[in-house]
């Protein structure tokens, strides 16, 4: 569905005419993203400032029309898919750091802005920048703060909202929120900034973001241990963290997952592993040196890992630990369709909940891989399956449905860091009740009165949007 010709002109007397694309040809790139859909938007604008959105967005929205953010597209959950003749928002261009403060710890950049560059940038001056999800070579600023997204180090260190400051928002009238400070301490009414982060850009278009840095740990040490079976490098998981290590990251991967990973990586996992952990210490020399060869011990002795291998302080691991983070991609060579799906259960129930959703992987006939961030119970199980086969469909939805049935009852949550996107919305009702999210339509209607931004995903305020086509259905040849 076109945009109106005339909006259409007063936005491209805004961003030029090489910031508004309109044609199939130039749009089609931006109807899907890492998860499996497809959807046509109406037109895709390309933002040069923050100046450039303030003015679009009220003109959008006094038209009625249906915006969604989108920064590099490689969400898995589809956060960034706009309804039939909806517009793309892209900052993909909005990529300046615009200070850097090394003394005070922070840098301000726009949403755009690639986290592996912030995470170079900290580097440069001693620092460190912990959010570290799978893809940092391609994932933005704005989409870490969209999902909240997290990582291997958030076992660590935290989540993406321990180390944002502050951000400015554009709301739907064009004006600008400046929300937070560039200090460490700052209690000065509402913290709106938590709402905001994790929003999927349902209140509004995230331009900029002051980032927290700390200081780049002295030394650190890895340690890699194999299993025969894939409950015990799970059950190691809960030995490693019982014994106090303090552990910066702790990484599980299944038989899958490790065959997928040596096969596309060769890093040298022994043939025949059915699981594989992965463990990180930061701190000085000693201590990290210390504790890896404890985990070590703990591995090779209670847990009854087949093989154990550590890297310490002054040996790399980079090739490991980059294997695990490319995890998605090692899998999706192997299958037409891969669903990452993103579920957090107690981490004393890790183990159970692994093996509840190997059972319910047979149970419905979908095959699985998974990984995990095993310190903090964050499992990431993925289907890999095909979605041109509708009895495939059919079968995924199942096991979907039976995952986060499971991870509810396990005391549990549905999503830990994908966010809902037009995947999960649906699921919601199964973590909270109606009064809560009746609250959290009410906040949505405070920031979005008429329901505009990312209108297909949760908190939606106005009709439920039909859900996205398959990605697999015919393509038009233009």
Known sequence: ????????????????????????????????????????????????????????VPLLYQHDVPVVIRGSGTNVVGNALAPKGGVILSLERMTRVIEMDPVSRFARVEAGTIVKQIQLLAQEHGLLFPPNPGN???????????CNSSGDLALGYGTTRDFVLGLELVAHDGSLLRLGSACRKDVTGYDVIRL????EGTLGVVVEVTLRFIDRPEAESSVLAAFSDERAGAEAAL????????????EYMDRRTTAAVDDAFQIGIPPGSASVLLAKFHGNRESVDANARRCAEILRAGAAATFVGEALAGQSADHL????????????????????????????????????FQALSVETGVPIAMFAHAGDGHIHPCLLTDDSDPAQRERSDRFVEGVIRTAIEMGGTITGEHGLGVHKSRYILHQYSEP???????????????????PMIFPIVGPVPPPPAPRRRPVHVL
């Open 1 to 56: 569905m076109p945009i109106d010709k005339n909006l259409a002109d007063q936005i491209r007397a805004i961003v030029g005419p090489d910031g508004y694309l309109d044609s199939p040809v130039d749009t089609a790139s931006y109807g899907f993203n890492s998860y499996p859909a497809f959807t046509e938007p109406g037109a895709v604008v390309l933002f040069e400032d923050k100046q450039q959105i303030q003015r679009v």
């Open 436 to 454: 809560t999210l009746d609250l959290m339509r009410r906040v949505k209607r405070a920031f979005d009165p008429k329901g505009l931004f990312n």
């Open 321 to 356: 630990w980059r294997a695990r983070h490319l995890a998605y991609p090692a899998l999706a060579r192997i299958c037409p369709t891969l669903y990452g799906e993103d579920l957090v259960v107690p981490l004393a129930r890790f183990p159970d909940a692994l093996a509840r």
């Open 136 to 146: 940092v070579d391609a994932i933005t600023v704005g989409g870490i703060v969209g």
């Open 239 to 250: 030995e490693v963290m019982g014994a106090r290590l303090r552990p910066v990251a702790l």
């Open 196 to 199: 905001i982060i994790g929003a």
